[in-house]
């Protein structure tokens, strides 16, 4: 697959992020830095709402361009906002900033799903490089009890690329991937929990819950 090219997402994700205002902005350096919000993920009990911020980083040699994110969870009865970090290779990292190491990397966190309950939220963690077959998903769970978060992706299995689905609809506490080899025509599913133990399954199905807002705050945002 020639990631580079694909045009509504890399990985044909069903939680597609946007690739295509990625790609629209690497080719104008005049602006080096643009920005991205995302559309909001309303919980089932109304109190709180998650958005993520994307920000990329472009450069006179387009490979050597940056997209980096955060994600950002909103409590709605206090007003309070807390951004929520993931541990995967790529992702945002203040200690590290717009590093020369991160030069050419791809991290994109979107928010796609509560728990039915609302005590857990789930994001889609996307990492690449450009000009690269490397491409996959982490999944960034965040739990309401402990105000903690987690990053997994499927372990114990040999596949190049990764691609979160949802909650599954067998285990409501795991995530569901689709995980293979690059060339392989079938990837199996996979199911992973908060530690990162990692089963097949074959006739599960992905769970998804939350209202999605659509404000006038989503998209392209203006230049700082």
Known sequence: MNF???????????????????MAHLNDSSQPQHYYRSHSLLSPDGQYKAYSRIQLYVEPEFYRSRVSSVLFLENL??????AITATS???ENPFIGNSSELEGTISIVLPI????????LLAREFE?????????DYALIWHRSSNSASTVAPTGIQ???AILLGWSQE??????????????????????????????TEDDRPSTHGQVLNSIWAGAQPQR
């Open 4 to 22: 580079q090219s694909t045009q509504h997402d890399p990985l044909n994700s069903p939680h597609p992020i946007p690739w295509s205002w990625v």
């Open 77 to 82: 009865k206090t007003g309070d906002l807390q």
């Open 89 to 91: 290779p790529f992702a």
């Open 113 to 120: 799903s509560w728990s039915e309950a609302g005590d857990r």
């Open 128 to 136: 690449s490089v450009f000009c690269s077959d490397i491409a996959s």
């Open 159 to 161: 596949f190049t690329n």
């Open 171 to 200: 285990w409501c506490d795991r995530v569901l991937f689709r995980a293979g080899m690059m060339g392989e025509e079938t990837w199996p599913l996979w199911v992973v929990d908060a530690e990162g133990e990692t089963w097949a």
